[in-house]
């Protein structure tokens, strides 16, 4: 059963243009939480979606940011017209169905964009 | 929204020191996880708890409810411990939502 994968690992873009990581989560888990690491900052989080369906995305900046968790096929985070301050580590964590409480935490590797 | 604390920030020490990390919340949770991230960046989940005390190895964490604090203790430290550790609390109390974390305390231990 592998964990948590996140691609690519290392992605570079330039001002203006698009970035997409994504997440597969593990086999069974059908919730993703995303979350981000600035540098020297901690781990903050982003947007939790099940199948189909945005729960939470409080955390979200709330203009060039999108997530979606597709019927089929992985997680992507969009981030649109990248900025240099958008340069961080974003993780994704996964978790199986459980009700109401995030009952276990399984993270990726995480995507380390770099905007130049 | 649940504020975490850890302490210390930073800290270095010998090989084969016991360690301890702190870690206090604002709002009463069913659970808290520590995690561990490593130079390269990856995170791996070390514990989830509710109560008491769990072991893995040299790893132990403890939590006290009640109190909202919880400690992650390293008997017999060694290099390959130096790391970020961090810990984690239900963002909003308990919901069906992610995770706050704390800064993270940076550990370091020379030979």
């Known amino acids: 059963n592998a964990g948590v994968m996140q691609n690519p690992r290392h992605l570079v873009r330039r001002r203006g243009q698009e970035a997409r990581l994504r997440c597969s989560p593990m086999?069974?888990?059908?919730?993703v939480y995303w979350y981000r690491q600035l540098p020297e900052e901690g781990l903050k989080f982003m947007v939790y979606?099940?199948?189909?369906?945005?729960?939470?995305e409080s955390g979200m900046p709330k203009e060039r940011f999108s997530a979606e968790f597709p019927k089929e096929g992985p997680s992507i985070l969009r981030i649109q017209q990248v900025v240099r301050g958008d340069s961080a580590a974003y993780f994704c964590?996964?978790?199986?169905?459980?009700?109401?409480?995030?009952?276990?935490?399984?993270f990726g590797q995480g995507t380390r964009l770099t905007v130049v | 929204k649940n504020e975490v604390e850890q302490s210390p920030q930073n800290l270095t020490a010998q090989e084969g020191e016991f360690i301890t990390i702190n870690c206090s919340y604002s709002?009463?949770?069913?659970?808290l996880h520590w995690l561990q991230q490593h130079p390269g960046g990856g995170i791996v989940s070390l514990f989830m708890?509710?109560?008491g005390k769990k072991k893995h190895g040299r790893l132990i964490a403890t939590i006290n409810i009640q109190e909202k604090h919880s400690s992650l203790h390293i008997t017999a430290s060694h290099p390959r411990d130096s790391a970020v550790y961090i810990c984690?609390?239900?963002?909003?109390?308990?919901?069906?939502?992610?995770?706050?974390f704390g800064k993270g305390t940076h550990l370091i231990i020379q030979p």
């Open positions: 964590a996964s978790s199986p169905q459980t009700g109401t409480t995030f009952s276990e935490a399984f």
């Open positions: 086999k069974g888990h059908s919730h």
């Open positions: 979606l099940q199948k189909e369906n945005i729960i939470d």
């Open positions: 709002v009463g949770i069913s659970a």
């Open positions: 708890l509710s109560s």
């Open positions: 984690a609390a239900p963002y909003s109390g308990g919901g069906a939502d992610g995770l706050t």
